[in-house]
C-alpha cells in the first residue's frame, strides 16, 4: 500500500500549501500494488438454482431470466438531463478538463484486472463531499465509452443520493425498494442516453439504510446481474462516519479511495484506509487537484515509473 500512503502524504502536503479550495474537475490516480484474489470473475445465470444433471443424460436447457434481450426489454430509457459541468463525458468536448485523468484511471483499472478478478468496484472516500459521486459517475462514464462495454453504475449512498442528480434523473424506483423486497432486479434499473450505461439510483427514501444495506440482498442482486456488465460501479457513503462502505465493499472485488486533494485530512484518509481489507484496495484518485497541482499529477507518475525501474535493477 505503500503508493496509497504516498498519495494521503501528497495530499496532506498539498493541503498545507493551499491558498484556496480546490474546484478544477483534474486528478491524479494511483493504483495500488495489485493483490491477488481467487474470486472468479464472471458468473453465469448466478441466483438460478444449481441441477445436478448425470453423466452421459441429455443437458436440460433453461431459458436465464437475466439475459442481455431481458435487459434491454425491461430497463427503460429515460430522458436523463445530466448535469453538463461535472458529466464531463456527456458534454461532446472529449478534450475536456478531467477527461485524460479518467482515461488513465481507466487503464490502471485494466492493468489492476490482469492480476486480480475485478469487475465490481466501490468508490468511497474519509468524509462527506470528496467526490466520490463525481468520481462514481465519471468512471462509469469513460468505461462505457470503450466499444462494446457495458456498464452498471449503482448509487447506494442511501443516506445521501446524488447521482440521479448529477445524471438529471429520476431517484426511483431503485436499490432501496429492491433491499426491501419490493421490486426485482430491472425494475429498478434504468438507461440514458449514453449507449451501455444502465444505472440503479438509490430508490425511496428509507430510515433504516444501515440495516438495509447490511441485509444480503445486494450481494444477490450483484450476483444475479453481473454477467451482463463489463464493470459494475458503485457509489458510497463516506466510510469514516458510517459503517455502510466497509459492508457494501464486502459485495465487490475492489475498493477505490478518494481523497480530496487539499481537503481530506491525512488521519481520516487512514481512517478510511483501515476500514478495508489490503487486498480489496485497488488504487486512491486524488480529485480537485487545481491547474497548478498539474505538475504534481506528472511527478507522481515519474515517481512511480522510477520505483518500477529501481525496483527492476
Ligand atoms: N473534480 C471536481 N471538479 C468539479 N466539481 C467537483 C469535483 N469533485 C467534486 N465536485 C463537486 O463537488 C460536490 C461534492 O462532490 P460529490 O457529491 O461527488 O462528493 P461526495 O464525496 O459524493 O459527497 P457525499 O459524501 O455528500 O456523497 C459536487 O457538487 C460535485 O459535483
Ligand atoms: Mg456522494
Redesign the pocket.
Known amino acids: 500500500m505503500s503508493r496509497i500512503h504516498e498519495a494521503l502524504k501528497k495530499a496532506e502536503e498539498e493541503r498545507a500549501a493551499s491558498q484556496g479550495g480546490p474546484?478544477?474537475?483534474?486528478f491524479a490516480a494511483a493504483a495500488a500494488e495489485p493483490p491477488m484474489t481467487a474470486a472468479a470473475e464472471e458468473s453465469t445465470a448466478a441466483g438460478m438454482p444449481a441441477v445436478g444433471v448425470p453423466l452421459g443424460s441429455a443437458m436440460p436447457s433453461f431459458a436465464s431470466p437475466f439475459s442481455l434481450d431481458a435487459l434491454l426489454a425491461r430497463c427503460p430509457q429515460l430522458p436523463w438531463t445530466p448535469d453538463q459541468k461535472?458529466m464531463l463525458f456527456f458534454n461532446g468536448d472529449d478534450n475536456g478538463r478531467?477527461i485524460e485523468e479518467f482515461r488513465t484511471l481507466r487503464s490502471r483499472l485494466y492493468h489492476a484486472r490482469e492480476k486480480m478478478a475485478l469487475k465490481k468496484i466501490l468508490v468511497t472516500?474519509a468524509l462527506?463531499?470528496?467526490?466520490?459521486?463525481?468520481?462514481a459517475a465519471n468512471l462509469a462514464q469513460v468505461l462505457v465509452r470503450q466499444h462494446g462495454r457495458r456498464v452498471l453504475l449503482i448509487d447506494a449512498?442511501l443516506r445521501?443520493p446524488?447521482l440521479h442528480m448529477?445524471l438529471g434523473t429520476t431517484s426511483s424506483p431503485g436499490l432501496a425498494d429492491y433491499l426491501q423486497g419490493g421490486s426485482d432486479e430491472f425494475s429498478i434499473m434504468q438507461r440514458g442516453p449514453m449507449e451501455n450505461l444502465f444505472f440503479i439510483p438509490s430508490g425511496q427514501e428509507i430510515s433504516d439504510p444501515a440495516e438495509l444495506v447490511a441485509n444480503g440482498r445486494l450481494k444477490f442482486l450483484l450476483q444475479r446481474v453481473e454477467a451482463l456488465f463489463d464493470w459494475i460501479i458503485i457509489?458510497s457513503?463516506?466510510a469514516v462516519p458510517v459503517s455502510d462502505a466497509s459492508v457494501l465493499a464486502k459485495a465487490c472485488d475492489g475498493v477505490l479511495m478518494?481523497v480530496r486533494s487539499n481537503a481530506t485530512p491525512v488521519d481520516m484518509a487512514r481512517r478510511a484506509r483501515q476500514e478495508f481489507p489490503d487486498q480489496v484496495l485497488v488504487g486512491v484518485v486524488l480529485?480537485?487537484t487545481d491547474s497548478e497541482a498539474m505538475s504534481y499529477t506528472r511527478y507522481y507518475y515519474d515517481a512511480q515509473q522510477k520505483n518500477v525501474t529501481e525496483s527492476k535493477s
Open positions: 474546484s478544477q474537475p483534474s461535472t478531467g472516500s462527506p463531499k470528496e467526490g466520490k459521486s463525481f468520481t449512498d445521501g446524488r448529477m457509489d457513503p463516506p478518494v480529485n480537485g
